[in-house]
Nanobody, 129 residues
Framework: QVQLVESGGGLVQAGGSLRLSCAGS????????MGWFRQAPAKEREFVAA????????GYEDSVKGRFTISRDNAKNTVYLQMNSLKAEDTAVYYC??????????????????????WGQGTQVTVSS
C-alpha cells in the first residue's frame, strides 16, 4: 500500500523560506511522477507543483513560479518543495500526491488533482504578515 508522509511545515514570517519533504513507500517511488497541492481554509485544493519520475521536467502554478522549486531524490524516495519569498497568501495545508499504479514510467506530470490517487496527510504552512 502506497504511503506518503509530509513534513517540514510550520510558522514563518513573510519573506521567509521553508522546505517541505514527502517520503513515499509501498511501491517503486522512483518510477512515478509526484505533485504538491495546497488547500487554504474555505478554498478548494489547488495545484502547486509537479515533477516527472526522472526529475527532468517540472510544472508550477503561476503564483509560485520563481519562488517555489520542486525536486526529488529517488534514492531516498523523497520529493521536496523548497518555498522561498513566502507570502501570507501561501498559508495552507500542503499535500503531496502520487498518481495511480498504471502510470509507472510515464514521462508526464498532472496539474489537476484528478490525476492523483494517493495523498499524504498534509502539513500546515502558516505565513505571518
Amino acid at each position: 500500500q502506497v504511503q506518503l508522509v509530509e513534513s517540514g511545515g510550520g510558522l514563518v514570517q513573510a519573506g521567509g523560506s521553508l522546505r517541505l519533504s514527502c517520503a513515499g513507500s509501498g511501491r517503486l517511488f522512483s518510477r512515478y511522477a509526484m505533485g504538491w497541492f495546497r488547500q487554504a481554509p474555505a478554498k478548494e485544493r489547488e495545484f502547486v507543483a509537479a515533477i516527472t519520475w526522472s526529475g527532468d521536467r517540472t510544472g508550477y502554478e503561476d503564483s509560485v513560479k520563481g519562488r517555489f522549486t520542486i525536486s526529488r531524490d529517488n534514492a531516498k524516495n523523497t520529493v521536496y518543495l523548497q518555498m522561498n519569498s513566502l507570502k501570507a497568501e501561501d498559508t495552507a495545508v500542503y499535500y503531496c500526491a502520487a498518481p495511480s499504479d498504471g502510470t509507472q514510467g510515464l514521462d508526464v506530470i498532472w496539474t489537476n488533482a484528478r490525476g492523483y490517487v494517493y495523498w499524504g496527510q498534509g502539513t500546515q504552512v502558516t505565513v505571518s504578515s
